[in-house]
T-cell receptor, first 113, second 107 residues
Framework: GAGVSQTPSNKVTEKGKYVELRCDPISGHTALYWYRQSLGQGPEFLIY????????DSGLPNDRFFAVRPEGSVSTLKIQRTERGDSAVYLCASSLGPNSPLHFGNGTRLTVT | KNEVEQSPQNLTAQEGEFITINCSYSVGISALHWLQQHPGGGIVSLFMLSSGKKKHGRLIATINIQEKHSSLHITASHPRDSAVYIC?????????FGKGTKLSVKP
């Protein structure tokens, strides 16, 4: 069954490098969310897409973070000049619409050394 | 003050006990979600509520829109219920999470 797929599942990178994290939502889901979760914390909102457009990007911590969803399906979260503080699990969720049940991916564990 | 507050933060119970986890929120919402996260695991959606009460197996979720409060109940708790339970509210399309309640059920 096609759930929300996130790749890679793990990413280790050196401080200062650029990374891309991919989220493949359930087919037909128009709403897509990115979160990150640090150890022992609840998920922290990053950005929400409705279709191709970012409906709310107020959670992106700074301009090193950017996300796209050019065709309204797959989304890529891009982090430039990574810092050790960016280490976290990055979670993606999708839903059929803004008021429909959520489906989560298994996350990408990013470690910046 | 966080927009979504959960209590308790940590909860230890004996197998068979009835468990209640609470969630209060301060924003206008269109829906409230209860989520479950096992250690090292992904997040699973348990319930989505906009009013009233829902039941699934041993799990019951209620919401009081006027009081901006929701509860998640687990009847006849079991060690496999051990997980972090997260309350999240849908507000203007965005999703705001509580910090989670870590539940540990001892055999």
């Amino acid at each position: 069954g096609a759930g929300v797929s996130q790749t890679p599942s793990n990413k280790v990178t050196e401080k200062g490098k650029y990374v891309e994290l991919r989220c493949d939502p359930i087919s037909g889901h128009t709403a897509l969310y990115w979160y990150r979760q640090s150890l022992g914390q609840g998920p922290e909102f990053l950005i929400y897409f409705q279709g191709t457009g970012a409906a709310d990007d107020s959670g992106l911590p700074n301009d090193r973070f950017f996300a796209v969803r050019p065709e309204g399906s797959v989304s890529t979260l891009k982090i430039q000049r990574t810092e050790r503080g960016d280490s976290a699990v990055y979670l993606c969720a999708s839903s059929l619409g803004p008021n429909s049940p959520l489906h989560f991916g298994n996350g990408t564990r990013l470690t910046v050394t | 003050k966080n927009e979504v507050e959960q209590s308790p933060q940590n909860l230890t119970a004996q197998e068979g006990e009835f468990i209640t986890i609470n969630c209060s929120y301060s924003v206008g919402i269109s829906a409230l979600h209860w989520l479950q996260q096992h250690p090292g695991g992904g997040i699973v959606s348990l319930f989505m509520l906009s009013s009233g009460k829902k039941k699934h197996g041993r799990l019951i979720a209620t919401i009081n829109i006027q009081e901006k409060h929701s509860s998640l109940h687990i009847t006849a708790s079991h060690p496999r219920d051990s997980a972090v339970y997260i309350c999240a509210v849908r507000s203007q399309g965005n999703l705001i999470f509580g910090k989670g309640t870590k539940l540990s059920v001892k055999p």
